[in-house]
């Protein structure tokens, strides 16, 4: 039995730049986090006493004989690349719900890739994990996906990715003391809005508006440079952040009329006025979490305005995507 646990992520800056068809004109780069909240990954050998071969368990169960017989697409496709032949149990869970612009989708296909991979006897490394799922989500599954969530979901940490037009990526930690670590951390918060949505609709209408578009993208990838140098630049203030985030927020709803609703424009509102400097939804938009930045003072009022919302603590995670439970042959 094999157990993988894969991060999911919290983007800061530059998201809509890490999309391919940008990339392939003029580069791009994101400033993102991995956070404590996984994906966990179940994967044993199935023994023959079934009259299923394959047996697939996340919201619903599926008993197939064969790989193209299972619905769910990221299974299907990622067994398939990985030239699966033997007869596999597969269950999934997760500590935060899917559809919610966290990049759980991404932290699926790279947890299940890296379990397959383990079964087999193979050890994988974060890049090769990375785009492999790049390539098993856009190339296989013709999804609607940028590059970062299975950069960040397979690196952990948080990182400055940069992504050049010729379709590779460096990944750079970013640096800073534990002081500084802390206090970005104590500023932010994260609340579900009660929307869930499919990330590859909301996104296919970002890329329509592309051309659009450049210029706001344009100015969405100098703020990666920009909340970046704000972070680990301790003479500055850290509340310059959190403006940063008000000011993406305001490019990033402008790029589709997809990205927001009036309830999200609602909560994003009271949270301001109940003291938030800044936020964003995460995410391709139209629903999931969003991520806000006040003052630890300004924390409580703010979960009093917003008490109908699901808030949720969570800290930085730097392991990655990892294989926590290694037993080949069986418990």
């Not at 966990?40 to 064969?66: A, D, G």
């Not at 790049?134 to 397979?154: F, M, R, T, Y």
């Amino acid at each position: 039995m094999i157990i993988t646990r894969t991060p999911y992520r919290v983007s800061f800056f530059g998201g809509g730049t890490d999309y391919p068809a940008w990339i392939q004109e003029h580069g791009g780069a994101v400033l993102a986090t991995a956070i404590d909240k996984y994906c966990y990954i179940t994967c044993r050998r199935l023994p023959p006493f079934f009259e299923h071969k394959h047996r697939i368990v996340y919201s619903i169960i599926e008993n197939v004989s064969n790989i193209d017989q299972i619905k769910h697409p990221a299974v299907r496709a990622t067994m398939q690349h990985e030239g699966v032949a033997e007869g596999l149990e597969i269950h999934h869970d997760g500590d935060l719900p899917a559809r919610s612009g966290l990049g759980s989708s991404s932290s699926f296909t790279v947890g299940l890739l890296h379990a397959l991979q383990a079964l087999r006897g193979a050890m994988s490394n974060k890049d090769a994990l990375a785009k492999t799922a790049i390539h098993i989500e856009q190339e296989l599954l013709h999804e609607n996906v940028g590059c970062q969530d299975q950069i960040i979901s397979a690196f952990g940490g948080m990182n400055y990715v940069r992504f050049r037009e010729d379709g590779t990526f460096d990944v750079s930690p970013v640096i800073a003391s534990p002081e500084r670590k802390a206090a970005l951390k104590s500023h932010l918060m994260l609340c579900f809005t009660g929307f869930s949505r499919f990330s590859s609709d909301v996104a296919r209408s970002q890329l329509e508006n592309m051309a659009a578009s450049a210029a706001r993208l344009k100015r969405m990838r100098a703020m990666v440079d920009e909340g970046l140098e704000i972070f680990v630049n301790r003479s500055l203030p850290i509340e310059a952040f959190g403006e940063l985030l008000h000011e993406a927020w305001l490019a990033k709803r402008t790029l589709s009329n997809k990205v927001t609703t009036d309830e999200i424009d609602a909560i994003y509102e009271a949270a301001r006025e109940a003291g938030a400097i800044g936020g964003k939804l995460l995410g391709a938009g139209g629903g999931g979490f969003m991520l806000l930045f006040a003052k630890p003072e300004r924390h409580a009022a703010i979960r009093e305005k917003l008490k109908g919302l699901i808030h949720v603590p969570f800290d930085f995670e730097d392991s990655g995507s990892r294989v926590v439970l290694y037993q080949p042959n069986g418990l």
